[in-house]
């Protein structure tokens, strides 16, 4: 997390030598508490909504659940259990106070976002932040780990970003990916592997423990403006396609079915008259929301059976084994059985984003507060 003068566009970095990832951290200790929580994080629930989880300071970037606990992204990592009890701290962060350096521009995008602004191009160009030691995101915990991001000293673009994942037990977080070709912008981990997608849109499989990746599907011409989205199914991920003019305008819009031991990608969709974005999958269906708000679609894994099966704008779409759970407009939570019936909705606290779902609930973070709502 950065302290930021002005709003900053970042770019890519080098694709020259790559800096080792930070050194790992002393290991923590899972009895560790987090430091005191102050009154305004004493609240039991907020607009309505039970607090699951209070951070002491700062706000929630991330959330992961299993069974028994509740992992919590904040500036360090906090786990608390499930069923409620005190926070303590997984891995702890620090702030650098010696790093202060200069944002690196996008200088054609801000000149874009600043169009008649000089003064504010000339503020965000030279903005100055205090780094923290490591920026984790992301969260997905599997198989007794959670597995973060880690987007390093230069956020969101850095070619130097890594994966890490830490016992749930407790432990100090050991890198097991670095020095990815083009960065890592997305990723998903199942029981044999980490799927991510590299800002050059590569599709790339590792193996669980980290180790050589093997090449999905190959990063795309930098001539090609593209943009993927991933979604993983059990034995293949989906990766929506788009491809733009020279003017940002869509040209074409396809979702490829790819199984994870490699071979030809296997286009399911084409030709879909507005970008898929926010791809879900179970165990049988892929679901996206629609580019143009028309809905949520629904189509099998080999194809087959499209069908609009939510009307009215959606994003940041998840599916659970009996639900499909997104956020409606004017920022309200909805939610609805995937057999059909009646889309269930209620608000949104200010600033809420909706974070994980499981069997029952959906997690949501607003500010420094943990949320959960219950879904039958």
Known sequence: MRTL????????????????????????????????????????????????????????????????RVFVIGTSIHVAPRAGGPLKTLVEVGIDEATEKPVVTDERELARQTAGQPEVAAAVRSARWREYAKNYRNPVVH???????????????????????????????????????????????????????THTNAVLRYPAAGGPPSTLFPASPTTEQLKYELADGGTSVFVAKETYDKDYKLQDATIARISKTGG??????????????????DATHLYWCDGDHAGIWRIDHQGRGKVLVAKGYADALRVTETHLVWRAKNDTLAWMR??????????LPGHATIEAVDRDTIWLASERYVLRVAVK
């Open 5 to 68: 003068v002005g709003l900053v566009f970042a770019v890519a970095c080098s694709s020259g030598s790559k800096s080792e990832p930070p050194a790992a951290d002393p290991p923590s200790s899972i009895t560790k508490a987090a430091p005191p929580a102050d009154a305004a994080a004493t609240k039991t629930e907020l607009d309505g909504i039970p607090v699951a989880v209070a951070l002491p300071d700062g706000n929630v970037y991330g959330v992961a659940v299993d069974a028994e």
């Open 143 to 197: 198989g007794g780990y959670l597995y973060v991001q880690n987007l390093g000293t230069e956020a969101r673009t850095s070619a130097d970003a890594t994966i890490e994942r830490v016992a749930v037990a407790g432990g100090a977080p050991e890198v097991i990916i670095k020095n990815v070709e083009g960065g890592i912008s997305t990723m998903a981990v199942d029981a044999t592997g980490i799927t991510i997608v």
């Open 264 to 281: 030809k990608p296997v286009t399911i969709a084409k030709k879909l008259s507005a970008r898929a974005r926010d791809l879900a999958a």
């Open 338 to 347: 995937k057999s059909g019936g009646t889309v269930e909705t209620r608000q």
